[in-house]
Structure formats: structure tokens, C-alpha cells
């Protein structure tokens, strides 16, 4: 890909205050795009992420909005398309994970992943789909736990297959103003909330379940959404893409 292949396109990924949220924001602006990051109640890290941008000589604003909320979801694309004048990238990242045994996830519990997964990215692509310039991409955060059988993951599954369906229906919807629709489903990958709990032993098991021997980094993740948010990408929708180092 070109140093600058995404020079001039404006971009709002959810989420990117911190973690993978934040590596593809600011991957997505070394590619030239200006970006909007998105925090719910970390503002230091947003304007962290902002001033970084900014130093590098890139284009940022930190906006505030959970995604929970239909409100806030209109209000990002709101104040994104009033700071740039349009919006042309979206990346649907922010999302939670409960790992529970069905037996014993509390209706609120459920409900408020629900929201945050499903919910947020539903509505999020409602509104690029009334907002996004044509030949505009959307690129929805799955998971490899999709394709997995795995104890304790069944609520977070079935928020991210809802994500993939989501996905799919979307593509089709838009084709005809040239907006891909895509799906990154990324595996173990290493960051903060990553390593909360689990113990290096546990890591490593999880990391030589991967092919390729390691759990990925914010940087692997990052990169394949650049791609997927570049021209390169045009004959690419309606796919959920597995970024897992062959985890699954």
C-alpha cells in the first residue's frame, strides 16, 4: 500500500481511546486519514490519543458517546461530519466481553453487553448508512470466538454473530453506492484488558493455539483494517476476516 493511501477520508472508529480502538485510529492516520476518536468516560486518554495525532501531523478530535445510547451514536456522526464536513470510514470497535457459564449470566449482565455489542453497532451502521459518503467502508469488529465452541464465551459469541450477520445484510444493502461492508475477527491479541486475570502460563497456552505461535499484537488488528479501509480493498464486502495468526 501506498505511505498515504487514505489521504483526504475521514474516519470514526468507536472506541479508540485505548487498546486495539487506538492502534487503528492511529494507523488510520499515518495512512493520511483525519479521525475521530471515541471515548465513554477515559477524556485523558481520547485527548492522549488526539495530541499524539496532532504531533505526528495528523488530524483528530476526541468526541465522547457510548454506544449504548442512540443519542450518542447520532451525536458522533453529528459532530464528526460538522468538525470534517463528512464522514467517509467508520470502524465499529467499541464492545465488551463477560465470560460466564450460561448458568449463571444475570439478565442485566446480558442486556448490557447486548447493547454495547449489537446494539451500538447496529445503530452505528444505521447511521453511515443515511451519512457515509458513497464509496465510503465500514468496518465492524467481530471475533474468532465465532467459530469456536468455548466454555464460558457463549454470550460474547452470539453478540459477535450477531456483528457478522450485521454485517453481511449491510453489504448487500449498500453495494449499489459502492460502500463496503466488512468484518475484522481478530483472536487473542495483547493488550491490557487481554492480560487481566490470566496468568503468562495461561498466555502462552493460548498463544501455541495460533499457527503462527504467538497471540497478536494491536498492530496485526490495526493493519488489516487499513487495509480494508483502502482502495485496495474495493472488491472486498460482506466478509468477516479472521486476523487470528490461525488461532481458528
Request: hydrophobic share 45%; with cysteine; aromatic share 6%.
Amino acid at each position: 500500500m501506498s505511505p498515504k493511501n487514505l489521504s483526504g477520508k475521514i474516519a470514526l472508529v468507536t472506541g479508540s481511546s485505548r487498546g486495539i480502538g487506538r492502534a487503528m485510529a492511529e494507523r488510520l492516520s499515518r495512512e493520511g486519514a483525519s479521525v475521530a476518536i471515541n471515548y465513554v468516560n477515559n477524556s485523558n486518554s481520547a485527548r492522549e490519543v488526539v495530541a499524539g495525532i496532532e504531533t505526528a501531523g495528523g488530524a483528530a478530535i476526541a468526541l465522547q458517546g457510548d454506544v449504548s445510547k442512540l443519542e450518542d451514536i447520532q451525536g458522533l456522526f453529528d459532530q464528526t461530519i460538522e468538525h470534517f464536513g463528512r464522514l467517509d470510514v467508520l470502524i465499529n470497535n467499541a464492545g465488551i466481553r463477560i465470560s460466564k457459564n450460561v448458568a449463571d449470566i444475570k439478565e442485566a449482565e446480558f442486556d448490557r453487553l447486548f447493547a454495547i455489542n449489537v446494539k451500538g453497532t447496529f445503530f452505528a451502521c444505521q447511521q453511515a448508512a443515511r451519512r457515509l459518503s458513497d464509496g465510503g467502508k465500514i468496518i465492524n469488529v467481530s471475533s474468532a470466538v465465532t467459530r469456536m465452541m468455548l466454555p464460558g464465551y457463549s454470550i460474547y459469541a452470539a453478540s459477535k454473530g450477531a456483528v457478522d450477520q450485521i454485517t453481511r445484510a449491510l453489504a448487500k444493502e449498500l453495494g449499489g453506492r459502492n460502500i463496503t461492508v466488512n468484518a475484522v475477527s481478530p483472536g487473542p491479541v495483547d493488550t491490557d484488558l487481554f492480560r487481566d486475570g490470566k496468568s503468562e502460563e495461561q498466555i502462552q497456552q493460548m498463544a501455541q493455539m495460533a499457527a503462527l505461535g504467538r497471540i497478536g499484537q494491536v498492530q496485526d488488528i490495526a493493519d488489516a483494517v487499513a487495509f480494508l479501509a483502502s482502495e485496495a480493498a474495493r472488491w472486498i464486502t460482506g466478509q468477516s476476516i479472521h486476523v487470528n495468526g490461525g488461532y481458528v
